[in-house]
């Protein structure tokens, strides 16, 4: 199983950004799919979450200005950002809890993270 990012990239302040995380590989099914970010010198933290129900939950931070989507027909999870500051600027991860098999454990993957800048 992979978990592979895209979308990051360096925006101005009050700007937009999509990220994307697709899963791929031997998948039965998909729970969880959270967002987390890493700033320099802090420690990685949860921004937003989606329950296989699609149910979301948001840092405090990011209320109201992220949007966490996911499209259980191609793996795939999103997280709209908007307004963003210089402080949103971290490195993202994908995270997911996915089953490879009907009959196996339930496990933790992680993508390769992507950098998102904003500029003042």
């Known amino acids: 199983v992979q978990l592979v990012e895209s979308g990051g990239g360096l925006v101005q302040a009050g700007g937009s950004l999509r990220l994307s995380c697709a899963a791929s590989?031997?998948?039965?099914?998909?729970?969880?799919m959270n967002w987390y970010r890493q700033a320099p010198g802090k420690q990685r933290e949860l921004v937003a979450a989606?329950?296989?129900?699609?149910?979301?939950n948001y840092a405090d931070s990011v209320k109201g200005r992220f949007t966490i989507s996911r499209d259980n027909a191609k793996n795939t999870v999103y997280l709209q950002m908007n307004s963003l500051k210089p402080d949103d600027t971290a490195v993202y991860y994908c995270?997911?809890?996915?089953?490879?098999?009907?009959?196996?454990?339930?496990?933790?993957?992680w993508g390769q993270g992507t950098q998102v800048t904003v500029s003042s």
């Open positions: 995270n997911a809890m996915i089953r490879a098999s009907a009959w196996g454990p339930t496990a933790d993957y």
């Open positions: 590989g031997s998948i039965f099914s998909i729970n969880a």
């Open positions: 989606i329950t296989g129900g699609g149910s979301t």
